[in-house]
Each structure stands twice: as structure tokens, then as C-alpha cells.
């Protein structure tokens, strides 16, 4: 199933590591199809830059900025994004374009704080897919009052590596990682954290209960991303969601001010 993405095997699409060569296995069933299956791979993703390009001249035309938010199932994006509407309301009228493969449970969640809410379950209609992207994202767009937003707030679906594989017309990337995964993920999942501007380190409040070594997850992070900004937060207690609030503001334009 799925409208566009087959997942990569890994042999072609995610061979640009720089690490010493391992065998890791045999992947000859794939190499009879091999070029066909890059060729549509490529038209699949500029196809998916395209709608990106629309829906970014769409999002800018109305002066709003975007953060497409992804993270593994349950890091807390939409814990999260609670406190963000509640901590910046009546500061920036926020949009949030909820993305499910089913149910509204999540959208239910976001209601009554003041933002307008757009879902879009990948079940009706795009093949049950595992990620946002941005033809999903541009029908839940039609659903949103542009105008009268400055912030757009894209929770993905929650899951660890496609979603950053597709641009939806974002102006940043944020990444919610919560403690509980353990701190060789950058390592083994480096697609998402390299593609994240910022990188929120949540659930920290469970750091006591937990054998998890914070400072070895931060030099994994460091050596796949050294770029990402790094907020420890915890949704639970709050913590870090100032930090949090302050780096959406600073995506700065007029929009946020
Ligand atoms: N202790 C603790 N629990 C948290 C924190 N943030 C979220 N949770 C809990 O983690 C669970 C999942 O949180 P969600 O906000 O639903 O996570 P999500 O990323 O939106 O999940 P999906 O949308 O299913 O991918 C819930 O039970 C939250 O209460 C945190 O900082 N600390
Ligand atoms: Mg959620
Ligand atoms: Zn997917």
C-alpha cells in the first residue's frame, strides 16, 4: 500500500554514509530492479518538491511561518504542542496541521486553546502513509485561514525516519526525541536528527528513573548533526518549553513579533 513511498531498501536511496565499509548483507534481490527503482524514487521526491514550493509561496504569500515537527510515536509532540498554545496564546495566532494515520484523537487534544486546527489522516484518501507529505500537507492547508495566521505548526506522524524525507514547505524542522529511546538513536537513525534544525531532548524529568547517559546522546548527536540547536524539556513539568517557545519566536519575520 501507499499513495507514493515505497520505503527505500537502503542499498540505493540511503548509501551516502561516510563510515567504514561492513557487509550488511545481501541485498542482491534488490539489484535486477535496481536503476528503475531510483528512477521512480527521484520522481517521486521532485514531484514532492514541487507541492513543497507551492505550499512554502502559499505559507510566505500570508506572511506565516512553518515548523514541521516530527518525532518517533509518542516523544510528545502533541504534549508539546499543548503547552506551546497555551504558553504563546494571545502572543501569535497559531495554526496546527494535525497529521494521523487515523483517528482525531490527537486533534481532540488541541482543540479549545485558540489555535485553528487543520487534521489530516493519511488513512482517508493517501494510502495509510507513514508521513506527511506535502500533497497531504497542502490539503490540510485548504482547511486553515492563511491569512490570519503567523505560525504554522505541522505535527508528522509519528515515526523515526521517512518523514524527514519529505519537504513539505517548511521554513524549519524540529525534532522531538524523548529520553526513553535510548542514546545510540542518533547513530542508528541519522536521517531525522541531521535533518532537524532543533532538536527538543524531552522527557527529562524521567532522567532519575532511568539508566540513560545524557551526555553520550549529546556527543551522538553532536557527531550525526552539529548544527541542531538542543533544548531539554520536559512536557511533563514544563521545563525547556520557554527555550522551546523562544526558538519558535526567533524564526523571526514579522510574523512572530
Ligand atoms: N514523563 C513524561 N511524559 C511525557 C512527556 N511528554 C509526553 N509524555 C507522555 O508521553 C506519552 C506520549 O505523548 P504524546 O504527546 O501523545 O506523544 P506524540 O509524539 O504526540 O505521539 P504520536 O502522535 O502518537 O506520535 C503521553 O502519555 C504523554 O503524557 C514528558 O516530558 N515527560
Ligand atoms: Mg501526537
Ligand atoms: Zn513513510
Known amino acids: ?29 534488490y539489484t535486477a530492479t535496481g536503476a528503475a527503482r531510483v528512477m521512480v524514487l527521484e520522481n517521486i521526491l521532485s514531484e514532492n518538491d514541487r507541492v513543497a514550493d507551492d505550499n512554502r509561496r502559499d505559507l510566505q ?24 498554545l497555551e504558553a504563546l496564546r494571545g502572543q501569535v495566532r497559531i495554526g496546527v496541521l494535525e497529521g494521523d494515520i487515523a483517528t482525531s484523537l490527537d486533534a481532540d487534544r488541541l482543540e479549545g486553546l485558540g489555535a485553528a486546527i487543520s487534521l489530516v489522516n493519511t488513512d ?25 495566521l503567523d505560525l504554522l505548526l505541522i505535527e508528522n506522524v509519528g515515526n ?12 524549519a524542522r524540529a525534532m522531538v526525541y524523548a529520553i526513553t529511546e535510548g542514546e545510540e538513536k ?10 532537524a534544525d ?19 546522546f549529546l556527543a551522538n548527536l553532536a557527531d550525526i548533526n552539529p548544527k541542531a540547536e538542543v533544548i531539554q524539556a520536559s512536557s511533563r513539568t514544563g521545563e525547556g518549553v520557554d527555550a522551546w517557545c523562544a526558538w ?10
Open 1 to 29: 500500500m501507499g499513495r507514493f513511498h515505497r520505503h527505500p531498501d537502503g542499498t540505493e536511496h540511503h548509501d551516502h554514509d561516510d563510515g567504514p565499509e561492513r557487509d550488511v548483507g545481501d541485498h542482491s534481490g
Open 61 to 84: 504569500a500570508n506572511g506565516v511561518r512553518t515548523v514541521n515537527l516530527m518525532s518517533s510515536p509518542g516523544a510528545g509532540k502533541t504534549t508539546l504542542l499543548r503547552l506551546t
Open 124 to 148: 482517508a484518501g493517501f494510502g495509510g502513509e507513514c508521513h506527511l507529505d506535502a500533497t497531504m500537507v497542502r490539503s490540510g492547508l485548504s482547511r486553515l485561514p492563511l491569512a490570519d
Open 160 to 171: 523515526l525516519v521517512c518523514p524527514a524525507e519529505f519537504a513539505v514547505g517548511e521554513d
Open 186 to 195: 542518533p547513530l542508528k537513525y541519522p536521517v531525522m536528527f541531521r535533518a
Open 198 to 216: 532543533v532538536v527538543v531532548v524531552n522527557k527529562i524529568d524521567l532522567l532519575p528513573h532511568l539508566d540513560f547517559d545524557l551526555p553520550r
Open 248 to 257: 519558535l519566536l526567533a524564526l523571526g519575520g514579522p510574523a512572530a513579533g
